[in-house]
């Protein structure tokens, strides 16, 4: 029999990211964390990290957390990702995070705790799961979509309300919309983070 043809690779998207990750005011140390790698091969790893709490420890956690993923594979499914990463962190505090792994126009993330994940132009149909990544997860959800060219996605902690709507940004490149997004939006009790992310042909 004649072996399956391979699909052909859809074009991958050109992704453009600008992010904003900032210590909770009288912080010095950042609980919160932002991780992007690019293979320049259509394959990227987007994440956000949330430490239990904040200051020194919270931020020694999610350094512990983006030292795991920077070791990782950029083909790596997320579900492995989520499964090293919930490894990397037994013993600690715990954390939240969020991570999506981009290969040409498909994206795959999970999501365990509460770091949000807002999309513009395309659906990601991502559904958190409860727990904590380093303590207990009962199921990690993950969502698989495709993303169109125009595309963007945004990776929010909780210290950063949610009274907004990428589409009312849409204006704004994302650096600027990263800036509008905590100026108006940052919460004073907590470490504040957005990562944004375009996506073009
Ligand atoms: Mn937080």
Do not use: W
Request: aromatic share 2%; charged share 20%.
């Amino acid at each position: 029999m004649a072996p399956l043809q391979p699909k052909p690779a859809a074009r991958p998207l050109r992704v453009q990211t600008a992010h904003l990750c900032l210590p909770k005011p009288g912080e010095r140390e950042n609980g919160d964390a932002v991780l992007v790698r690019e293979d320049g091969e259509g394959r990227s790893m987007l994440v956000v990290i949330d430490a239990l709490g904040h200051g020194p420890g919270a931020a020694e956690v999610s350094l512990a957390g983006t030292e795991c993923l920077s070791a990782l594979p950029l083909d790596t499914p997320v579900l492995q990702v989520m499964h090293a990463l919930h490894h990397a962190l037994k013993g600690s505090r715990g954390a939240a995070a969020t991570v999506c792994m981009l290969s040409g126009s498909r994206i795959e993330c999970c999501a365990v705790g509460n770091v949000h994940l807002l999309s513009a132009g395309s659906e990601v149909p991502l559904v958190l799961s409860p727990g904590i990544l380093g303590h207990q997860v009962a199921k990690f959800r993950v969502s698989d979509s495709a993303l169109r060219a125009g595309a963007r996605i945004a990776l929010i902690s909780d210290g950063v309300s949610l009274r907004f709507s990428l589409d009312q940004l849409r204006h704004l490149a994302a650096a600027e919309a990263c800036e509008f997004i905590i100026r108006r939006y940052r919460r004073q009790e907590d470490d504040a983070t957005v990562l944004l992310a375009d996506f073009s042909n």
